[in-house]
């Protein structure tokens, strides 16, 4: 069994200091918005207390367990590989909340916004949901700019920045457990500034298309960050749909894509290695079945709405690459819209995007290799073959075989997907007057990081409602298993410290 010294936990909780430091620093960011928008000067001090109490309270962890192995009274006792794997997910977990709450506290010290709708704001800006409970029109500028910030920062994820400004291998370690598969480059550090080089161009240059598109350079560079982060809040009441343009349409489609693509798929995109993403599975997968929702959803516009044939296609394009992305733009409201075509939304918002992006769902990748999977069995049942046909599919880094034991985690997580959205969708019908339909599609929004809803979800939300929505984007966005195994550290830790250790002088702390 491989193990490791318990020391390196003291160099894994400095990581949880780091990106509290981190998440500090990003609160300031808004206030470059007061230049522009002197009146929202008078929320200064929203900002800036919450500001300070991370950087405090960051840099106290930070100092306090980056304290060297040799210090005296440290633990030597070596942890298995389970237990150090379940510590990180804490501490990424811990990272997380500790943002959300942090991203709540200016709402709340404006007066904006009551508590559990502050933190539903912040849970939905930092998971890149983009569900809402604020009306927007008459949000101040610097607040519409925090929400957007917050998705941008979300979709790279606290562990890829914080790997930018340090090279430490504990900090590297915890990479994973925020739910990047991939290294694009053969440093992790390098990885992470080539991901943050690729989306800051792509925002540059996304904003100055929004800009030439019509847009004013405020909504303009909102809507990118929310795009490229597949996050979906916009500065205005109809989202992407209020502005009626086609070329912004195009823009905005083009953009969420990007950000729902692999990153190391965007790393060859790039490089302009064309024929090679052509090749990826996922690429593949997401093409045709975009191809076919966007045809369904037209057919279904035109043929039941009796929209113009342009207009169906434009329309069927942006909702379903939104649904499909997990970005949460629409083109319209969906009050009168087909119950066919909301089922079709609820599908694609259920598959979600692609591994490793900002995207979320179920993820392309697991359900193209479920399907393969199903297909043979299916075969083989039938026919009575014995063959055993190998499972393949096309990475960014070439052709890779999936062995067994990942079908069978990625029919796991399937079911566990499941199993969490029927149960999110069952809370809210016990705890609220809402219909069947408008629950399952705001939870499947909610757990898919989507941000699509029937109107279910908005300023007027029930708490209860809203806590549950607040569960399945946390869920959703750190993909369900590092929350179990971050509770279960949690657990392992609570019952260590109540449970009386046998020798004192030599008890360890799992940290």
């Known amino acids: 069994m491989n193990r490791q010294p318990a020391a390196s936990a003291w160099n894994d909780w400095s990581s949880l200091g780091k990106m509290m430091v981190l998440i500090g620093g990003l609160c300031l960011v808004p206030l470059t918005m007061i230049p522009f928008y002197p009146a929202d000067s008078q929320y200064l001090s929203c900002f800036l207390l919450p500001s300070a109490l991370s950087v405090i309270l960051g840099g106290a962890i930070w100092i306090r367990c980056s304290q060297p192995a040799h210090a005296p009274g440290f633990c030597r006792e070596r942890e298995n590989r389970p237990a150090i794997t379940r510590r990180r997910s804490l501490i990424v977990l811990a ?17 904006l916004l009551r508590l559990v709708p502050a933190l539903f704001e912040a849970v939905s800006g930092w998971a890149t949901t983009g569900l809402s409970a604020m009306d927007v029109a008459a949000v101040p500028k610097i607040f519409l700019f925090h ?8 979709g790279l994820g606290f562990v890829m920045m914080m790997v930018i400004a340090t090279s430490g291998t504990h900090d590297i370690r915890l990479f994973e457990s925020e739910g990047h598969p991939d290294q694009l ?35 303009a560079v909102n809507h990118a960050m929310c795009a490229l982060s597949t996050g979906g809040f916009s500065t205005r009441a109809g989202s992407i749909g209020e502005y009626q343009s086609l070329s912004i349409d195009l823009v905005t489609i083009v953009l969420m894509l990007i950000g729902t693509t692999n990153f190391a798929v965007l790393l060859l995109l790039a490089k302009g290695r064309i024929r090679q993403i052509l090749k990826v599975t996922e690429v593949r997968f997401m093409a045709g079945l975009l191809l076919v929702a966007i045809g369904l959803l037209a057919w279904i516009l035109y043929s039941q709405l009796h929209l113009p044939w342009q207009e169906s296609l434009q329309k069927a394009a942006i909702d379903a690459v939104s649904a499909l992305s997990t970005s949460g733009f629409s083109s319209m409201s969906y009050a009168s819209w087909p119950a066919a075509a909301i089922g079709l939304l609820m599908v ?7 591994m490793g992006s900002t995207a979320g769902g179920i993820k392309l990748l697991r359900i193209c290799l479920a399907s393969k999977a199903l297909r043979f069995w299916t075969r083989r049942q039938v026919t009575d073959s014995s063959e055993i046909t190998p499972v393949t599919y096309v990475r960014a880094q070439g052709k890779t075989t999936a062995s067994r034991d990942m079908i069978r985690s990625v029919f796991g997580y399937i079911a566990l997907y499941l199993t969490i959205l029927v149960t999110g969708t069952l809370l809210i019908c016990l705890i609220s007057d809402l219909t069947l339909t408008d629950s399952f599609f705001d939870f499947a929004s909610s757990l898919g990081t989507v941000g699509l809803s ?17 569960a399945g984007m946390l869920l959703g966005r750190l993909e369900i298993l590092i929350v179990f195994k971050g509770v ?5 830790i609570i019952s260590q410290r109540l449970r009386k250790p046998r020798f004192p002088e030599n008890h360890c702390s799992l940290l």
């Open 185 to 219: 480059m053969p440093g992790l550090k390098r990885t992470a500034r080539t991901v943050l080089a690729l989306f800051a161009g792509f925002l540059a240059v996304g904003t100055l298309a929004l800009t030439v598109c019509g847009m004013s350079w405020f909504d």
């Open 454 to 470: 029937l109107g279910a979800t908005g300023p007027q939300t029930a708490d209860g409602v809203l806590l549950v929505e607040m």
């Open 95 to 111: 990272a997380w909340i500790w943002a959300f709450v942090a991203g709540a506290l200016p709402f709340i010290l404006a007066g």
């Open 348 to 354: 694609l918002m259920v598959i979600g995007g692609g």
């Open 147 to 154: 929400r957007s910030f917050m998705q941008f920062c979300g």
């Open 488 to 492: 279960y550290s949690l657990k392992e």
